[in-house]
């Protein structure tokens, strides 16, 4: 059982009375008979000159009090029943030994047993508290005055040592100190007789002056006379306390702010009377700031959480296991149009559209059967028959006393109505887009034909009309033999070249009779020689059954690239290379000179690479360009196998 703590009334008013942290805490009185117990002084007597028996025993004091003395070097003299029963020594084990064997092993070390016989010679009577060893090795608490013992002509004879076990006051005390709480024990007159080490600690920390919270100090008057802000909370302090000390009140308590040298705390003064009434009280003071800051949190979450229920924007519904109404916040009326006591006690499907009933009896179903979060979009029938679209997510807190299924819901029928309109926006600009660019195939299937067709004019009938005005005009200057008639020939010559690079250019007939692989070689033959760039060319796997609006595509993109290469590039070699992957047919033209930041192109400046993107995108490909300023450039055209086929070309 636990021991309680009683503030003994005769020696909590002695200096020796506090006890000790460690190895004792001293005090001396200036005289032997002024502020120490009775028993002290009726036993300070001539103790050398008693009566003794055979074993130095002397018969003075009681079984409570242990009274031995010592002489000038601490060696055992007499040896009293009180203190046989105190220490557990028989006289005649003890009697000649020093008095150092009932010290603990550590303050033996320190030498705390010459330390006391000296303090008390020096300076009267000494008293210390501490840890004391008995021959069975336990050791108890003791409280010890040690009084010299004087020759009339004052040299010292020895020392009278009168001590006492208290150490349920020590375990008192122990259990005191280890409290958080800061507490104090105040005597019937509202005097603080006792502190912990919690008290003393913080008053220590927050600069408190000790003269107005130590021993001795008068808490009720310490309180009453306090000023400042916190006043008025010290004096209603001071008459709780001064209720409890008279017995009026069993307990009270306070609670009130203090600014820490740290932050803003909150304590709680708790009073409560001792364990025998009449003699006190104790205050505790308990750091309650944690407390009060989860009610301040508390208060602002209910703030929130009201604040939400009368959103005028979301609505919150309360339903039962069985989906039927229980509870629905104030804004339905604004969001619904419905009062919430138009709905309370009905199920909800009642007001659901009946297409979207079933969506609604799912949602709680897998609300209640998952236990998270479910959403839904229904139809809301409104006050005036007219139909809401309502969003609602629904969280299952029956596990909860007073719970159900929870419904946030809110109005999104506008919502809706503008995702449609966007909707129906986005169909038609895909539409348009459709149909743009079905004509953009069309032009460009168009323009090739066209330029097949120039092409085959050029090359035909026009080109045959001048090989036939060639050969007449040879025939005119054989005969003739006039310069004039062979600058006519020279003219027709030019012509007739002149015609076949512009067919050439439209669309080169050796691309639609000997296939792209051939004709890409010869035009890469033809830009070394005009450009004086060397171009390795690679083909591989080219099928001959790509159809010709794919194969001009391709033409055209290699064309373009190498055109680019000659204008801007500056470079010393350029590759190209033309094959066949399981992606598709794809060509690539690279080069190693200056190259550009792809990224730093402004939409719209880059034409050549506009048109090149259109041109496959006509026969669903797609065109990548790869560069870096002063690493070259690399332009690869991709397209896919399953393109039409129109026979080989």
């Known amino acids: 059982m636990a021991e309680r703590f009683v503030a003994p009334p005769v020696w909590s008013g002695w200096p020796g009375a506090r006890i000790a942290k460690a190895g004792g805490r001293v005090g001396a009185p200036t005289s032997p008979r002024k502020g120490y117990p009775d028993f002290v002084a009726a036993q300070q007597t001539d103790v050398f000159g008693g009566r003794q028996n055979g074993h130095g025993a002397q018969p003075q004091g009681d079984l409570g009090s242990a009274i031995f003395t010592v002489d000038t ?26 008095c150092a064997c009932f010290y603990m092993p550590d303050d ?64 008192s005390r122990a259990v005191l100190d280890s409290l958080g709480e800061r507490i104090c024990v105040l005597d019937r007159e509202g005097s603080i007789v006792l502190t912990n080490l919690a008290w003393d600690e913080f008053a220590q920390a927050s600069g408190a002056d000790t003269a107005r919270c130590g021993a001795g100090v008068n808490y009720l008057d310490v309180c ?40 803003k705390a909150w304590y709680r003064l708790t009073a409560r009377p001792v364990y025998q009434a009449q003699n006190g009280a104790v205050i505790l003071h308990s750091d309650i700031t944690a407390q009060v800051r989860l009610g301040e949190e508390l208060h602002r979450t209910q703030a929130h959480f009201g604040a939400l229920l009368e959103n005028p924007v979301y609505v919150t519904t309360l339903l039962d296991a069985g989906g039927k109404v229980r509870y629905q916040s104030p804004a339905s009326e604004a969001v619904l149009g419905m009062r919430h006591g138009d709905v309370t006690g009905h199920p909800l499907v009642d007001f659901v559209h ?13 609300c209640v059967r998952a236990g998270s979060k479910q959403s839904c979009q229904y139809r809301f029938r409104n006050r005036d028959g007219s139909w ?64 097949r067709r120039v092409a085959a004019a050029l090359n035909g009938r026009l080109c045959q009309r001048l090989a036939a005005l060639s050969l007449q005009a040879s025939n005119l200057t054989i005969r003739a033999g006039s310069w004039k008639s062979r600058a006519i020939e020279m003219c027709l010559a030019n012509l007739r070249h002149d015609l076949r690079h512009v067919a050439d250019s439209l669309y080169p007939a050796m691309l639609e009779h000997l296939g792209l692989a051939v004709a890409l070689r ?3 033959a033809e830009f070394t020689r005009k450009q004086g760039v060397p171009v390795s060319y690679t083909h591989r796997r080219i099928s001959t059954r790509l159809s010709g609006h794919v194969v001009d595509t391709l033409y055209r993109v290699a064309t373009e690239a190498l055109d680019n290469t000659a204008r801007h590039a500056h470079a010393k070699n350029v590759w190209v290379t033309l094959g066949r992957t399981a992606k598709g047919t794809r060509l690539a033209v690279r080069d190693d000179g200056a190259g550009f ?25 797609s065109l990548w360009v790869r560069s870096e300023p002063g690493k070259g450039t690399e332009i690869v055209a991709l397209v896919p196998p399953d393109g039409p086929v129109q026979g080989s070309s």
């Open 597 to 621: 930041d792809p990224a730093a192109v402004a939409p719209g400046s880059g034409l050549g690479l506009i048109a090149m993107r259109e041109s496959l995108r006509a026969v669903k490909g």
């Open 73 to 98: 070097h601490g060696r055992v003299l007499t040896w009293s029943p009180g203190a046989q029963q105190t220490y557990g020594y028989r006289p005649e084990d003890i009697v000649g030994r020093s």
């Open 108 to 171: 033996v070390a320190r030498g705390l047993p010459e330390h006391h016989l000296r303090k008390a010679a020096a300076g009267g009577p000494f008293s210390s508290e501490g840890w004391r060893l008995r021959p069975d090795g336990t050791h108890f608490w003791a409280s010890v005055v040690i009084i010299p013992v004087r020759e009339t002509n004052g040299a010292l004879r020895g020392f009278s040592h009168i001590a006492r076990e208290v150490t349920g006051r020590a375990l």
């Open 354 to 366: 009946p297409a979207d009933a079933d969506a609604v009896r799912k949602l709680l179903r897998d």
């Open 224 to 263: 009453r006379a306090a000023t400042g802000p916190y006043s008025e909370r010290a004096k209603e302090a001071a008459r709780g306390i001064a209720s409890v000390l008279r017995g009026v009140s069993p307990e009270f308590t306070l609670d009130y702010p203090c600014p820490s040298p740290a932050q």
């Open 522 to 524: 010869d035009y890469c």
């Open 388 to 451: 809401r679209v309502i969003e609602s997510v629904a969280t299952n807190l029956l596990s909860h006393p007073e719970g159900g299924i929870v419904l946030n819901s809110r109005d999104v029928t506008d919502q809706k109505r503008e995702e449609k309109i966007l909707l129906d926006k986005q169909e038609a600009v895909a539409r348009d887009g459709a149909e743009m660019q079905a004509l953009v195939d069309r032009l460009f299937r168009e323009r090739d034909a066209e330029r």
